[in-house]
């Protein structure tokens, strides 16, 4: 397994300690967490998917950003992860209701 950070402050692309994954292409899994305004903004997902085109790119609202050693606020943190066998698959559901959540993971067990 290969891991890139990056870190995203103000529009700006930072890689965050050593870079492992040489070509982005080889990127199966985008794990981000960021600050609500940050990555609800269009901008992020398709910077992303431009950078990792082969990677499933999984986007959550976080209340600080982990950062090496430290914790960012307002601001996205990515992790990209290269497996060497492992496949990725993701799958989504709408939870309108924090009640109905118990079913919903039902339904993304199902799919």
Avoid: W
Wanted: overall charge negative; aromatic content about 4%.
């Amino acid at each position: 397994m290969k891991v890139t950070q990056l870190h995203i402050n103000d529009e700006q692309i930072h890689v965050a300690g050593r870079a492992e994954i040489i070509d982005p292409l080889t990127a199966d899994l985008v794990l981000v967490f960021g600050d609500k305004d940050q990555v609800s903004k269009a901008l992020t997902y398709e910077v992303l998917s431009q950078r990792y085109p082969n990677a499933e790119i999984v986007i959550c609202s976080s209340a600080g950003e982990i950062l090496g050693n430290s914790i960012q606020n307002g601001t996205i943190v990515c992790t990209a992860i290269a497996f060497e066998k492992t496949t990725i698959q993701t799958a989504s559901v709408l939870v309108t209701d924090g009640h109905e959540s118990f079913s919903k993971g039902k339904e993304l067990i199902e799919e």
